[in-house]
């Protein structure tokens, strides 16, 4: 029914043509730098629906009287079977005379997309696998 949206193939990748993050194919709005990539109700409503299957802050704050510090943040993925599948290093800075930095991380769930003309599924459950159930 809907014009633009044919289901994407479960985490296919493009880039992004602003900000240059491989980002999903599926998506409609860009998480990194947030620009509109296409007009999808299908995509812009599942990505609105998306789940935040981890969130993780936290703050550090640099002591008084004491010299700068310096700081990298690292991001690491690894697969069932423990191997790393990427790693990456985000961003890097200095902290000094009571300086903060928040920092945050979170993956975010989508829904699974709605399937056009398919009638025969391959796979039971999915890619997505959030862990546990409520
Ligand atoms: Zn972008």
Known sequence: MSVASRPVAAGKTRTCPHCKATILESLSICPGCLHHLRFD???A????AATSALRVEGVIRHPPLQDPWEYFVVIAIRNDRGEEVTRQVVNVGALQNTEKRTFALSVEV????APESQSTPKAAAGPVSAGRKP
Do not use: D, G
Request: proline residues 18%.
């Open 41 to 43: 109700q299908e995509a």
């Open 45 to 48: 409503k599942r990505q609105v």
């Open 110 to 113: 989508l829904p699974p997309q």
